[in-house]
């Protein structure tokens, strides 16, 4: 199937700051997006969705970016709080189910 | 509880032996999902129910993987003669509704996963 990819496995920001995660997709047909939050032990939660014919939509402290010229999506936290640390997820329907890339840990230093 | 939720929690099998995981979707839910989660990586999809039907088994990794939901609520992964390459997080989801033009993907639900681990 088409591959959803993430640049970095791990990201490590400053309480407070801003974290951006990124993800690059391939197939460019794609046209709904969602990012998922994962903490430990637990399973995937949605975070926020954008669809194809936005480039941006913001939510409670986060912000996903749409490029769709270079296949490109992002996640922004403001604010990062320790309660942020997780492993996020982008991930594309493939018909019936999702195809989600490797994902990027996030960790909140104090 | 009005989430998802799977057992056991955690399991450990030695190799060869069968295992059985549960998965109770949230209530009235009509699809329900199988996902396998290797450690440091996405979940990948195993299988997909529309209430009691199996309309995609697609992902399952080979024929040692079962999955069932014969009263279209409460489903069972099974995986027989299990390996050590089965070892891995097991996640279940549900969905209120069938995919359709107007359903959302932002109402799939998952649940906590099981933990198998072969030995």
């Known amino acids: 199937g088409e591959n959803v990819g993430l640049h970095l496995p791990t990201l490590s920001v400053q309480e407070g700051d801003n974290s951006i995660i990124n993800c690059a997709y391939s197939n460019s047909a794609s046209d709904y997006f969602i990012w998922y939050k994962q903490e430990s032990g637990k399973g995937p939660q949605f975070i926020i969705d954008i669809r194809s014919n936005m480039d941006k939509r913001q939510g409670q402290r986060v912000t996903v970016l749409l490029n769709k010229t270079v296949k490109h999506l992002s996640l922004q936290i403001a604010a990062t709080q320790p309660g942020d640390s997780a492993v996020y997820f982008c991930a594309d329907p493939d018909g019936q189910n999702f195809v989600f890339g490797p994902g990027t840990r996030l960790s909140v230093l104090p | ?119």
């Open chain 2, 1 to 119: 509880g009005a989430g998802v939720s799977q057992s056991p929690r955690y399991k450990v099998a030695k190799r060869g032996q069968d295992v059985a995981l549960r998965c109770d979707p949230i209530s009235g839910h009509v699809s329900l999902f199988w996902y396998q989660q290797a450690l440091g990586q996405g979940p990948e999809f195993l299988t997909y129910f529309q209430n009691e039907a199996q309309l995609d088994k697609s992902g399952l990794p080979s024929d040692r993987f079962f999955a069932e939901r014969p009263e279209g609520s409460v489903s069972t992964l099974k995986i027989q003669r299990t390996q050590q390459e089965d070892s891995a997080v097991y996640l279940c989801a549900s969905r209120p509704r069938e995919l359709t033009a107007a359903s959302s993907y932002n109402e799939q639900f998952f649940g906590p996963g099981t933990r198998l681990t072969v030995l």
